[in-house]
């Protein structure tokens, strides 16, 4: 019964988004191409989830960081080269990105069992789900067919990917951009249910707020002092702490309530508050878990499909760090 609801939400997907928002990718692309590609995966991601969980976090960050610079093409695992910065030594993703080795060890099986045939950013998008999976229980069908792009450069990062910083309408501007709404930018917020962030991401709330206030009041004032501990003024850029210390792997609603007990870590989260909307759609997702599973899961989907390059646009990259 799940499985015939889920079908039909990824058909009405597919069905709704307009063209350009990649409708030529179909879910069990690689059946008849590369029948083993997703469970080679799901293998990969399994095992380097048992060793760290982080990974999950990590890999579920790198698809969006993935699809909101150039679309879902890849590029964000493309390594810099001589005079080219590429998008992973942006600000925003070096030193905080992690899961590149997952992604590789999945990339190289592939192209033992099946060269030339599954797209770096397909294998990005399936270990999202797969991570989804492992963190939450839940699955969702991704399609695929995307096709990896030969261009990755670290100034398209600085300005596509949304800082802590921003409040709700330069959030749903950068959203808006990429073809999402609000309520799913609302919706996939709620990753920050898991992993970690940088002392150096938020200290500003802690320290230097704005001319006249040094601590941002709307941060729950028993946090905040738990949190300058962790993060003392002037960190090293390595000190990080769990975005969500009671459960720091479990993938489930929590951030809704973290939010409306002040206690989630960017200006960015905070935000989602500031409109009524945008709270009203805060409370509704802290109270029903499954409500936002469904609507998380459908909002990667969508997601996933932005800008993608299909056919014979791109190329399929046979190592993830290296155009060929
Ligand atoms: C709404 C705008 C967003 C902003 C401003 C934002 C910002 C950030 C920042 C600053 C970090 C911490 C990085 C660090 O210092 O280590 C982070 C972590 C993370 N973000 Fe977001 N993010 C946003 C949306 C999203 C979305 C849409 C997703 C996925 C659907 C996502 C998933 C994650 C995850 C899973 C982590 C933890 C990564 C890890 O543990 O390695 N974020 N985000
Ligand atoms: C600083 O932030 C506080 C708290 O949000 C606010 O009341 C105050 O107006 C801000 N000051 C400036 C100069 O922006
Ligand atoms: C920062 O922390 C790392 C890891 O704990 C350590 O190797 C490094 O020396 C530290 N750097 C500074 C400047 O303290």
Redesign the pocket.
Known sequence: MDFIMRALVVFMVGFCLPAHLGAQLEVGFYDDKCAAAESIVEEEVRGALNVNS?FG??L??MH?HDCFVRGCDGSVLIDSTGSNRAEKDSPANNP?L?GFEVIDRAKLRLEGTCKGVVSCADILAFAARDSVQVLSGFYYDVPAGRRDGRVSLASEADTNL???V?TLSQ?TQFFAAKGLTQAE?VT??G??A?????CT?FGNRLYSFNTTTAQDPSLDPTYAAQLRKQCPQNPNATL?VP?NPAAPYSLDNSYYSNILANRVL?T?DQTLLSSSSTAGLVSQNSRSPYLWLNRFADA?IKMGQIGVLTGNAGEIRSNCRVIN
């Not at 898991?194 to 940088?198: C, F, L, N």
């Open positions: 982080g976090a990590g579920i960050r969006f905080s992690r949304p800082p802590p921003f959030l930018m996939l917020s990753a920050h898991i992993g970690r962030s940088h991401s990080v975005m960017f960015s990667m």
